[in-house]
């Protein structure tokens, strides 16, 4: 991070920047799934500029589009349910999945990775775009964030590989990713965690 003080406003600026970083990291996927979609605004980034057939998924459908306007692609579906559930959807499904600002709202992130894992095809990514502790978000919102080395261990605990996980944007973004093994015997689905693991307040 450089001297320069960070301006309050910092994430709605960024926002755009980190919508196409995304789009561009998963422009090869054709069936996404976004976690904790919110209003769906990403998901119908990603439709609309990479042709994707996105399902958001919230535990709360309050800032859903509508209808009208959540269809205007024809690839994007709403979902009001629980990530920890996603019985809709079968095994291996999917190609990749994101969550933009949502994980660290998650009680139960690792049940949630879990199941990402599940709807994940074999090669298929996982990326977390979140707010590092101690950053910007942290004075502005004061919720319970994670450092990029926990948010690693979460995902090595729920078995990705190849993972990366680093503070990006001058410090006030964490982004991380992995990947659901690719190799026959890594196939089976892990056993859940069994703990109930909370991100550790600041
Ligand atoms: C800060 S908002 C971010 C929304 C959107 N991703 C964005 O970037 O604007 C976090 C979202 O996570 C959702 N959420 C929290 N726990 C969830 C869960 N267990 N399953 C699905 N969504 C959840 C909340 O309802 C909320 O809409």
């Not at 994430?11 to 979609?37: F, N, S, T």
């Not at 919110?38 to 980034?45: I, K, N, P, S, W």
């Not at 964490?174 to 109930?196: C, N, T």
């Amino acid at each position: 991070m450089n001297g320069r003080p960070v301006p309050d406003d910092f994430y709605e600026v960024a926002k755009p920047r980190l919508y196409g970083r995304i789009g561009r990291e998963l422009r090869v996927a054709r069936h996404v799934l976004d976690i904790g979609c919110g209003a769906c605004e990403l998901t119908e980034f990603l439709a609309r500029g990479y042709h994707q057939d996105v399902t958001g998924v919230d535990v709360s459908s309050e800032s859903f589009p509508r209808r009208a306007r959540c269809t205007t692609s024809g690839r994007v579906r709403c979902v009001c349910r629980d990530a920890r559930q996603l019985d809709f959807i079968k095994d291996e499904k999917i190609d990749a999945v994101v969550t933009m600002w949502a994980l660290h709202e998650m009680t139960y992130p690792l049940e949630i990775l879990s199941e990402a894992w599940r709807v994940l095809r074999p090669g298929g990514e996982i990326l977390i775009v979140d707010f590092p502790r101690d950053s910007l978000a942290q004075r502005l919102w004061n919720e319970t964030y994670c450092r990029p080395d926990e948010l690693a261990e979460m995902l090595r605990e729920t078995h990705f590989s190849l993972i990366r996980s680093r503070a990006i944007e001058r410090g006030q973004i964490l982004w991380a990713k992995g990947y659901r093994p690719e190799a026959i015997a890594d196939r089976k689905r892990p056993a859940a965690p069994s703990a109930e693991k909370r991100l550790t307040k600041t």
